[in-house]
């Protein structure tokens, strides 16, 4: 990777440079103070870099190659999952007749964008073994919003006033931190030596104030709860609803579904079971699937299908508005972009290879956990809870400090000079120097047996002299970061 | 790999699952296709869309038909900028960290605000965000005030988000084209968080900031912009007119139009909501070696750090179409913004005037404009757009369903794409249309 | 930098110039244009072309509507291969070597042939520079014998270098679809120094090359085929016939149609022509560490170092298009690429009896197929197409403008993209059109 | 860059691996040999990798990353004009309309094309101030090729016998290659202390045997030869033509044209004047542009405009016949993605622009030059003739060699690790260790400093000690390879 010093596009931009022409003004060229009022207009000029197309390309092009990616090499990072992105997605995402259409088209005019978005709902209503799907959430934290928000709506419709949200203590921090806006309460509820929601806890904890339990399963750990079925009954049998946080989605496709399991509300996130790219931090998508009950408040627009009364195929339409909807999250109808994509991928694999993909994802998992847990990593890095896993492991590094005096951390960042990325660290935060790895069904066998061949060498090397991890990485385009300082004396824009 | 695991086959590994909850038949959705009939199928969708290459596109309502020149797709689709995760390890993120820091600064600079953060989902939810800010900045105000002039997608999704938040919104109305000074005075009070308006609003005026912004800080509440970043070449900037929050949505910077998403959107304050921010914020830094680098900064705002405690619940947001808008700005330069901006208002008065001239058009107010602009229509909206699309022209957004005291009202947007050959095609087909939707009216109403 | 240089402005840098060799004017050339503008008007002139997308698609004749996969659009743009130069400076271009190195085991293991260059320009210019080697290789012979069923591209280049290699060019004629092997026999004598054929030949037959290639060794002549590299997943690799030297259009790999170019060619020989080869030559080698390379290899055979003594004069060949093929081929993979040829095989068989069976269509020869057929049209061939161009399909190559004997000849291509539903509907249209025009003449002859 | 030991595909295969899915047969499944004789059939698959899209992905982006390119620094390799490629131009070479067009497309329908071509034609004309162009020839190696057959053509024709063909010795190799292919001998003409062409030695030289001097001008040392008329009086008195080598059309754009030089045929090659990617050998074009006399000969297809007779504009077919023409030079129509491209550009650019570009250009050489001769360069690498230059020059490495102890390749080695592309070296052939350099109109003032400052440390390194340039390269992917022994005992295909 380029381990020049950084430079930003700021600093070269030299005055009098540019790159676009901008089109000649081909009316009446009138002095812009007469077009609108001088004070309310602009003095003084944006400091936009100036610079040529061949600057900014090349230095866009060298940026990018200080980026690690997942063309570069394994990308485990649990809770991500980092699946290979197939490029057909980009070129259909890019035909013009998605990707230049205008959200405001009349939707007579755009029923090729309905019958995808369509036909996606009914994909993930399949999936999720859920009747109703609004695509219209922008990522999984905004899906979670979009749940609770329905759920608030659905107790307010029965004259019900709640107040709490049960989350596990595994849960993922967009849970917690979207129960409080959506002005509820946070109630954790503790996990059992299995890895999986302590029954007692939960019974103790719901009753009637209880407006939701969010879970993920697999949870965190990679664990599937197998108390699933019963948990449900106690949530619903004091009123709540259950949000299924489908972030780990690509664990069960086609094997389990949450409307099954009993959830009333769930959202995916089509940039990780369903391959968007995730862009370095999105965009990605969060559709929500709900049952019956929790169906009349979901958000507008909706796409509606109509049969054709002379046979000539269904069209399709926006539904603007019905009366107990909770109403619109977002502008438009949603990141269309994405499920262009997602639907590609959808349709690539088909049933069977959804299946499959959880299948293999499964698999790699588990595959690369009995590697690992093979070689130093058995001792120093042991799995935190049970035996196998779904389609991701944590595990925890509380005997590599103790005994080796190196945090996850400093194998984490020995990885990056293996040209690994590292697994997600210190999360879920009830295991100790926690390590979630998630392969992806996307991954070969050599590449896992590379990981944990890399990890063992690792652990090899902290045995030997743990300043070598300490103190890694070397061979990075920066080192390790004063992150400190960076929060405590923010510097988050150029001075210009 | 089995023997390895120590399982006799893959599917055993699903025995985690109990049996009442293992889906016991095969999914029901279609088999899996080659790459090229999944391109084909695709492709047959997507002709049947009109899209804004088959039609003159004259829509706008938030989102526009600029033309994004060819290195931001050369660039966006780079494996290393496409394809990894929000930057977790920044020693090997470097790329995407820098290119949010000069998203933070373009957007800094745009707004005259000194905080940006890297992104927010789009428009809309960026302005019911700003609410939780300001609802967090003002403890204890439950009020907050919003323009009809904000975009009615701006206002639905705070509406939504406000349940959550226990906030009550009030609506103030509009006067010749922009934000009621009369009524935005009686709305404030002492409960007031917050005041919002949008700047072109939505009906393209050009609002006086300064003036509301002030009228809001009389009150002690916060004001909020949300605001066209195309335009702010040529109008004055937020930061500059006491603003305190500005917001937007992104898609003119770069963005595709993908049928509404994603965009992005973008957040901007004063100094001291900094550690109110919601979303990712890179910060510059140095190495253990003393090397300049970025990182994530002011993590402990965030949902992963602060969980129930955090200022927003956002994790994954924009940040690739987010540096799509870096690319556009600085292809555009400081000059660029300026000249574009030139060519947009010269040209929406141009195709005001001309459509103004219309029998059977009129404008709908004559506030100041720079992009976008509304008329009204003396014929059935919808059926002069028909005739328009016939022509192959998609004339503009129709008001009706957003303002019902509009009825026959019309959007209508103007980019450096619209030339004047454009406009006069729109304005010869809205004539034929209007008078032609008149006369079947006409006759309609005749024969009734 | 003028004051560095001491130059008082960059025009007296053109002093140089003696003034009477200067332009003392503009150049006559329209204004540059924005880049909005210039896309706007090249998108206009590509609307004027019905291309693939906007027909059904049965046109070949050397160049084959495959379906590309995405990915290699994706990696041909990335900067790192579409902007280097050739790689002079084999420490920074491992990358492209690598290329090189895996594009020429592709071609090798499709032809059997140990020996691949890096690429050639397209195919007819590979035959006319495969002339080049054997008349190197048999010297003192000057007569390149060459079957009418090669590509009239191939032929008419070959004819017109031929020109500069003072060779003489006798052409042998086809029976039943194929190479006459009497024609053959009598062509070759003493001074033939190679005979030149084509599989399959261009009117799709598939030849045998086997004794097509034993009896111009019989001869002491070299045997060359141009192959079509998509077939040879079914079909007989020319080294496994005892072909010498096997050339070829790569446009079926991985290129673009682009209106007939920049695809590339390709150059395969067995061992003992190695050094007679033109072009670049990847080859393995190790660095000082004794780290594994690549480098430009045999250099000494090109025009940068041997000059007039060179093997060729290529220079800038196909490097990026070349790589389009390989990736197409690691795409496709062992399976796939058989497949595709047994699908091909299959529709083509498939199509030709659909055609035949149409009055007024009949088979202009029964050899057997691969991917391509010619049948006899019982009506002028250009009122026929004009009219399958009205439904949206582009029926076929006609033949009469290079074959004067097969004058209502039109060739009809199959590949993974003509479904069987398209090929019905070829069908359809075509029994309409060849109706339709007969009868149109039937007229015109009624009434002259 | 890269620096993992290389691994090829073929490495990478795994049994019963895939990419691609092959759409289903949906004609009647009939056994292959009762369509194609069995012995006509392969038997044994070719052995083609069998690997996945994700590792087809990661291997190609994984060896990218071990290429210096355009877009990663500055590439000054002199002949070859590094100019920037816009990547408009990518953008509209990839329109449908473009790239999905048939070759064999009736002209009716593809009017659009044939338009582009003409107007490519006329501005390629004008340009090079010569009537007539043919856009056939794939590179410019074949232009050269189509000028010495059309030279041929136009002998004969005029019932001559013609042997000999004239190149300065500061010829590009293709030149004298191309006179052998094209049947003639090559006859060496000196060059004078001025880096021009020895007069006396041409007068000299030319007879009748003479068919064609073959001269690029500015030369390749990057000097404008001010006889040009002169030796275009003396070559043509004897009745041979003139050939003007285009690589060097950087230089002149809007300034000179050989047709005013006394030219009668040009090649240019659009991959360097006219910004078509270099693609790392290829693709390009070498269009020709001729002479009244010449044209008779040009290649077929010619495109021709017939004006309407009703008013309703031009329209345009191929021609494929012409009585004196050398005949087709290749297949279809030539390298018209290519022509996409520059024509792109030099509709962007303008007749004003280009020109500027070339100003540009011949700037940046000079003031290149100028900062490396206050520098060390200008002791120990001197300019090899002249004192100012087009559009670039040719330093002598001899100094450095005697002086310092370290050779023209070590330098350029060494600059490898200072992050540039070095120049071209050892060219032209009777300069002694020749650096030539061009910098190209895109390169900013600041790069050019950037450039000149490595130069210039990189010699105070040889002051210091030699061996740390005869060493160079330490930073890329490999270091220096044994070229010798990869053509002594080639290994040019991976073993299976
Ligand atoms: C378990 C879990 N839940 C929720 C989220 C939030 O999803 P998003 O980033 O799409 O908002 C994540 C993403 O990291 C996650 O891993
Ligand atoms: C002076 C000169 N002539 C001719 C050529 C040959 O051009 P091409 O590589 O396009 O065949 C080159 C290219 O390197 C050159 O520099």
Same mark, same amino acid.
């Given at each position: 990777m380029q381990r020049d010093a950084a430079r930003t596009i700021f600093e070269r931009s030299v005055e009098g440079r540019r790159a676009a022409v901008v089109p000649e003004c081909d009316v009446p060229d009138t002095q812009l103070s007469k077009l609108i009022p001088q004070n309310l207009l602009r003095q003084k000029p944006a400091e936009l870099p100036e610079v040529s197309e061949p600057e900014?390309?090349?230095?866009?092009?060298?940026?990018?190659?200080?980026?690690?990616?997942?063309?570069? $090499?394994?990308?485990p990072l649990g809770s991500c999952t980092m699946k290979h992105n197939p490029? *057909?997605?980009?070129?259909?995402?890019?035909?013009?007749?998605?990707?230049? *259409?205008?959200?405001?088209?009349?939707?007579?005019?755009?029923?090729?964008?309905?019958?995808?978005?369509?036909?996606?709902?009914? %994909?993930?209503?399949?999936?999720?073994?859920?009747?109703?799907?609004?695509?219209?959430?922008?990522?999984?934290?905004?899906?979670?919003?979009?749940? *609770?928000?329905?759920?608030?709506?659905?107790?307010?419709?029965?004259?019900?006033?709640? %107040?709490?949200?049960?989350?596990?203590?595994?849960?993922?921090?967009?849970?917690?931190?979207?129960?409080?806006?959506?002005?509820?309460?946070?109630?954790?509820?503790?996990?059992?030596?299995?890895?999986?929601?302590?029954?007692?806890?939960?019974?103790?904890?719901?009753?009637? %104030?209880?407006?939701?339990?969010?879970?993920?399963?697999?949870?965190?750990?990679?664990?599937?709860?197998?108390?699933?079925?019963?948990?449900?009954?106690?949530?619903?049998?004091?009123?709540?609803?259950?949000?299924?946080?489908?972030?780990?989605?690509?664990?069960?496709?086609?094997?389990?579904?949450? $409307?099954?399991?009993?959830?009333?509300i769930v959202h995916l996130n089509l940039h990780k079971s369903f391959s968007q790219p995730h862009g370095g931090g999105g965009p990605g998508a969060g559709p929500i699937a709900v049952s019956d009950r929790i169906a009349p408040f979901l958000p507008v627009p909706r796409i509606v299908r109509h049969e054709s009364e002379n046979g000539a195929g269904p069209s399709f339409d926006l539904e603007h508005s019905a009366e107990k909807s909770i109403g619109r999250m977002r502008g438009f109808q949603g990141n269309f972009g994405v499920f262009v994509r997602s639907y590609a991928y959808i349709r690539s694999l088909g049933g069977d290879g959804l299946k499959e993909a959880s299948e293999t994802a499964v698999?790699?998992?588990?595959?690369?956990?009995?590697?690992?847990?093979?070689?130093?990593?058995?001792?120093?890095?042991?799995?935190?809870?049970?035996?196998?896993?779904?389609?991701?492991?944590?595990?925890?590094?509380?005997?590599?400090?103790?005994?080796?005096?190196?945090?996850?951390?400093?194998?984490?960042?020995?990885?990056?000079?293996?040209?690994?990325?590292?697994?997600?660290?210190?999360?879920?935060?009830?295991?100790?120097?926690?390590?979630?790895?998630?392969?992806?069904?996307?991954?070969?066998?050599?590449?896992?047996?590379?990981?944990?061949?890399?990890?063992?060498?690792?652990?090899?090397?902290?045995?030997?002299?743990?300043?070598?991890?300490?103190?890694?990485?070397?061979?990075?385009p920066v080192r390790r970061l004063d992150e400190a300082t960076a929060s405590r004396n923010p510097v988050v824009r150029q001075p210009l | 790999m089995l023997a390895e695991i120590g399982a006799e086959s893959a599917e055993e590994l699903f025995d985690q699952i109990p049996a009442e909850v293992r889906l016991d038949r095969d999914l029901e959705l279609p088999d899996g296709m080659s790459e090229q009939d999944v391109f084909e199928h695709l492709r047959s969708l997507a002709a049947r869309n009109a899209d804004a290459d088959s039609e003159v596109c004259f829509l706008g309502a938030g989102m526009y038909d600029h033309y994004v020149p060819a290195?931001?797709?050369?660039?966006?689709?780079?494996?290393?900028?496409?394809?990894? @995760?929000?930057?977790?390890?920044?020693?090997?993120?470097?790329?995407?960290?820098?290119?949010?820091?000069?998203?933070?600064?373009?957007?800094?600079?745009?707004?005259?605000?000194?905080?940006?953060?890297?992104?927010?989902?789009?428009?809309?939810?960026?302005?019911?965000?700003?609410?939780?800010?300001?609802?967090?900045?003002?403890?204890?105000?439950?009020?907050?005030?919003?323009?009809?002039?904000?975009?009615?997608?701006?206002?639905?999704?705070?509406?939504?988000?406000?349940? /959550? @938040?226990?906030?009550?919104?009030?609506?103030?109305?509009?006067?010749?084209?922009?934000?009621?000074?009369?009524?935005?005075?009686a709305a404030l009070d002492g409960d007031t968080a917050a005041v919002f308006v949008q700047?072109?609003?939505?009906?393209? /005026?050009?609002?006086?900031?300064?003036?509301?912004?002030?009228?809001?800080?009389?009150? /002690?509440?916060?004001?909020?912009?949300?605001?066209?970043?195309m335009t702010l070449g040529v109008l004055k900037p937020p930061g500059e007119c006491g603003i305190d929050v500005a917001v937007g949505e992104g898609q003119p910077l770069g963005g595709r139009l993908d049928y509404g998403g994603p965009s992005f959107g973008f957040f901007c304050a004063t100094e001291e909501h900094? #550690?109110?921010?919601?979303?990712?914020?890179?910060?510059?830094?140095?190495?253990?070696? /003393?090397?300049?680098?970025?990182?994530?900064?002011?993590?402990?705002?965030?949902?992963?750090?602060?969980?129930?405690?955090?200022?927003?619940?956002?994790?994954?947001?924009?940040?690739?179409?987010?540096?799509?808008?870096?690319?556009?700005?600085?292809?555009?330069?400081? #000059?660029?913004?300026?000249?574009?901006?030139?060519?947009?208002?010269?040209?929406?008065? @141009?195709?005001?005037?001309?459509?103004?001239?219309?029998?059977?058009?009129?404008?709908?107010?004559?506030?100041?404009i720079a992009r976008e602009f509304a008329v009204r229509l003396d014929a059935p909206v919808q059926e002069v757009l028909d005739r328009c699309a016939d022509d192959g022209i998609a004339a503009g957004y129709p008001l009706g369903r957003d303002y019902a005291e509009y009825e026959n009202g019309l959007l209508v947007a103007i980019t450096e794409r619209r030339t004047r050959a454009d406009i006069d095609r729109l304005a010869r087909s809205l004539e034929a249309a209007v008078a032609g939707a008149g006369k079947s009216r006409d006759t309609a109403e005749a024969r009734s």
């Open positions: 900014i390309v090349r230095h866009y092009n060298r940026i990018s190659r200080r980026n690690f990616d997942l063309d570069t $090499g394994p990308y490029r *057909l997605n980009e070129k259909v995402a890019a035909l013009p007749g998605h990707a230049r *259409l205008h959200p405001a088209q009349d939707p007579k005019r755009a029923q090729g964008a309905l019958e995808l978005m369509w036909n996606l709902e009914r %994909s993930l209503s399949e999936l999720t073994g859920l009747p109703h799907v609004s695509l219209q959430p922008s990522a999984g934290s905004h899906g979670e919003l979009a749940g *609770l928000l329905l759920t608030r709506a659905y107790h307010e419709d029965r004259g019900q006033e709640r %107040s709490r949200v049960l989350t596990p203590d595994t849960a993922h921090g967009t849970n917690p931190a979207t129960v409080t806006m959506a002005g509820y309460e946070v109630v954790k509820v503790a996990t059992n030596p299995d890895g999986g929601v302590d029954i007692d806890d939960l019974r103790a904890k719901a009753d009637e %104030s209880v407006a939701c339990l969010m879970l993920t399963n697999p949870n965190t750990l990679g664990i599937f709860d197998r108390n699933i079925r019963e948990m449900a009954k106690i949530v619903h049998d004091v009123g709540g609803t259950l949000y299924y946080d489908g972030a780990n989605m690509n664990a069960v496709m086609g094997w389990s579904r949450p $409307g099954d399991m009993g959830f009333d698999l790699n998992a588990n595959y690369l956990l009995a590697k690992l847990a093979k070689g130093r990593a058995g001792k120093h890095l042991p799995l935190a809870f049970g035996e196998r896993c779904m389609h991701e492991f944590v595990l925890t590094g509380d005997p590599a400090r103790r005994e080796l005096k190196v945090k996850t951390l400093d194998i984490a960042k020995r990885l990056l000079d293996y040209g690994f990325h590292p697994p997600t660290i210190y999360f879920p935060l009830l295991v100790d120097e926690a390590l979630m790895f998630e392969p992806t069904e996307t991954e070969t066998r050599e590449s896992l047996d590379e990981l944990a061949d890399a990890i063992d060498s690792i652990l090899a090397e902290a045995e030997e002299d743990p300043a070598i991890l300490t103190e890694a990485p070397y061979t990075t | 290195l931001v797709d050369a660039i966006l689709s780079r494996s290393e900028f496409l394809t990894p @995760y929000t930057p977790y390890q920044p020693e090997v993120s470097q790329g995407g960290l820098q290119a949010m820091f000069e998203f933070q600064t373009c957007m800094s600079e745009l707004t005259a605000l000194p905080v940006s953060n890297a992104s927010m989902y789009e428009g809309p939810s960026s302005v019911a965000s700003a609410a939780y800010l300001a609802l967090g900045a003002k403890k204890g105000r439950r009020k907050l005030v919003v323009s009809r002039g904000l975009h009615p997608h701006s206002r639905e999704t705070l509406g939504t988000y406000a349940s /959550g @938040y226990d906030a009550e919104v009030v609506e103030i109305g509009l006067e010749g084209g922009l934000t009621s000074a009369d009524e935005l005075a700047n072109p609003n939505f009906l393209g /005026g050009v609002e006086d900031l300064a003036a509301l912004a002030s009228a809001a800080h009389e009150a /002690g509440a916060m004001a909020i912009a949300s605001v066209d970043p900094i #550690r109110r921010m919601p979303g990712r914020i890179a910060g510059e830094t140095t190495d253990v070696d /003393g090397r300049r680098g970025f990182v994530l900064a002011l993590q402990t705002r965030e949902q992963h750090i602060r969980r129930e405690k955090a200022t927003h619940n956002i994790c994954t947001s924009q940040a690739l179409i987010a540096l799509g808008g870096v690319l556009h700005l600085v292809w555009l330069g400081k #000059r660029g913004l300026v000249e574009l901006g030139e060519l947009m208002v010269r040209r929406a008065a @141009y195709a005001r005037e001309a459509l103004a001239a219309i029998d059977g058009v009129e404008l709908l107010h004559e506030a100041p």
